[in-house]
């Protein structure tokens, strides 16, 4: 359940947009209930629904939408690599091979220690610097990667435990 500093945060998102049009409020509420829970479940969802006035579909097809929201548990760090044209062209499909081995887990997957999860996403507006990944919850980019700077970020990360 939100807690009341969190319901009045919610209720002044809501503010922000013209009577009738509570939806619009969906994605940064959406964003809010992930910071607290870590992913969307479907009861956290339904109390999205519950919140915003909205049938419980209308959330669901927007959290499965959009690859930022996390439809169940993920690691700490969540690695979300760049899949589209312009990095592919730069090895980026190489690049997310290499994490996979490197971590033992596919694409959707959660190391055994919950430290990483390694996801693809579609542009993450880089396209000069690829491959490049952004690092989750934080959402730092890291840009023109090489399996060595693959191997800097793990330790480093894993040293923060």
């Given at each position: 359940?939100?807690?009341?500093?969190?319901?009045?945060?919610?209720?002044?998102?809501?503010?922000?947009?013209?009577?009738g049009?509570?939806?619009?409020?969906?994605?940064?509420?959406?964003?809010?209930a992930?910071?607290?829970?870590?992913w969307?479940?479907?009861?956290?969802?339904?109390?999205?629904?519950?919140?915003?006035?909205?049938?419980?579909?209308?959330?669901?097809?927007?959290?499965?939408?959009?690859?930022?929201?996390?439809?169940?548990?993920?690691?700490?760090?969540?690695?979300?690599?760049?899949?589209?044209?312009?990095?592919?062209?730069?090895?980026a499909?190489?690049?997310?091979?290499?994490?996979?081995d490197?971590?033992?887990?596919?694409v959707?997957?959660?190391?055994?220690?919950?430290?990483?999860?390694l996801?693809?996403v579609?542009?993450?507006?880089?396209?000069?610097?690829?491959?490049?990944?952004?690092?989750?919850?934080?959402?730092?980019?890291?840009?023109?990667?090489?399996?060595?700077?693959?191997?800097?970020?793990?330790?480093?990360?894993?040293a923060?435990?």
């Amino acid at each position: 359940m939100f807690s009341e500093s969190r319901l009045n945060q919610i209720n002044e998102i809501v503010k922000r947009y013209p009577e009738g049009r509570h939806k619009s409020a969906l994605l940064p509420v959406l964003h809010l209930a992930q910071e607290d829970h870590g992913w969307l479940s479907i009861d956290t969802m339904n109390e999205v629904a519950g919140v915003l006035n909205l049938e419980p579909i209308e959330v669901y097809e927007v959290a499965s939408f959009y690859t930022m929201f996390h439809l169940k548990p993920v690691g700490k760090y969540v690695l979300e690599v760049c899949r589209t044209g312009p990095c592919c062209t730069v090895g980026a499909e190489e690049l997310v091979q290499y994490i996979e081995d490197k971590l033992h887990i596919q694409v959707g997957e959660t190391t055994a220690d919950g430290l990483f999860t390694l996801k693809t996403v579609e542009c993450l507006a880089a396209c000069g610097t690829g491959p490049v990944l952004q690092i989750g919850p934080e959402y730092k980019y890291r840009e023109n990667l090489t399996p060595q700077k693959i191997d800097e970020l793990i330790d480093e990360l894993r040293a923060k435990g």
